[in-house]
């Protein structure tokens, strides 16, 4: 049994904490929050007697195997870039394994600073993009894997927040249909600068044709403007999807519905709950490192290097959006590239 430990109790380690009811290989042992009321009722709800006001104290006291950090990328009240240093302390504190939350990075400059990490760090980082963990998600993906829609041709995937906001769950819900095929060129399209200045810099649209190394062509669209409806509900955090389309059928994961057409099987589809699902593609998401841990052989879907790879092509994205040029990946994104998407938007 695995002993895991959260940094930071605000409205989202609620879905992390609430997960272990799924999961068989661990617990939930002691939590750090600076703000000692949101601590305690974090505590009290999920009946947690190890809190902590300090990151350090934690780690060094209770030795997690597992580390949740459930924080923003900026520090709440500026616009500190946070998501490295945590991360780097996490390493040196040598915890063996830690789930961070989404993005795992926001602009050029920290993309490098955790790219360097992931180089030289032993702590097994995992991104919490859950989305490839959902029950249905699974069956689908299943489908694929066992050739039920014959060879894949494409996918075609979006969502109606911004980029940087629900584009890493979808990115990664692609590379998890197509066995983590890295991209390796991208021509985007970007609009929109309303959230240029916010704590998660973004161009408010963004579209992109990208082929990955397996030779797939994938259509990205991000944004109110451009992602598809995928729910019945108008919130923007309710429209992400994916359509994966072979030669025999296809099959389209939804917000709060599915479709499926194979050759044996003909047509089906129906509803989605959610919530259900989240919140049992947490525990799945979480369960899935400890048996990273149990055996390298089982590396996570989401490890970091992976997660790096599909946020540099959303830097991609926005660098092709600038320069109007297709832009072969990975590449280097270069040091202010807010800046630049200020100026081109």
Known sequence: MYKSAMLGCGGRAGGH????????GGKLAAICDMDEERLNNFGDRFEISSRYTDLDEMLKKEKPDLLHIVTAPVLRGSNERIRYSLMKQASDHGVPAAIVEKPIAVE???WKQIAELAEE?????????QLNFHPKNLELKRDVADGKIGELKFIDASARSTPVDQ??????????????????SVLGQISGRDHLDSAQPSPMHAAAQVIYENGLHVSLAFG???GTMASDDQGIYCHKRVFVIGTEGFVHWRFSSWERATQKGGYEGGPLNYGEQDVEAQGNLTEAVFDWLDDEKNEHPTHLK????EFNLLLGMYYSGITNQ?????FEPPDGLMDSLREKL
Request: proline fraction near 6%; aromatic fraction near 8%; avoid cysteine.
């Open 17 to 24: 904490a609430s997960a272990y009811r799924f999961v068989k």
């Open 108 to 110: 050029s400059e920290d």
């Open 121 to 129: 760090t032993n702590t097994k980082f995992v991104v919490n993009t």
């Open 167 to 184: 584009g890493p769950h979808v990115l990664q819900l692609v590379s998890s249909y197509i066995d983590n095929s890295r991209p390796v």
């Open 224 to 226: 109110q403007g451009m």
């Open 306 to 309: 992976q997660s790096l790879a």
């Open 326 to 330: 297709i832009i072969d990946l990975p």
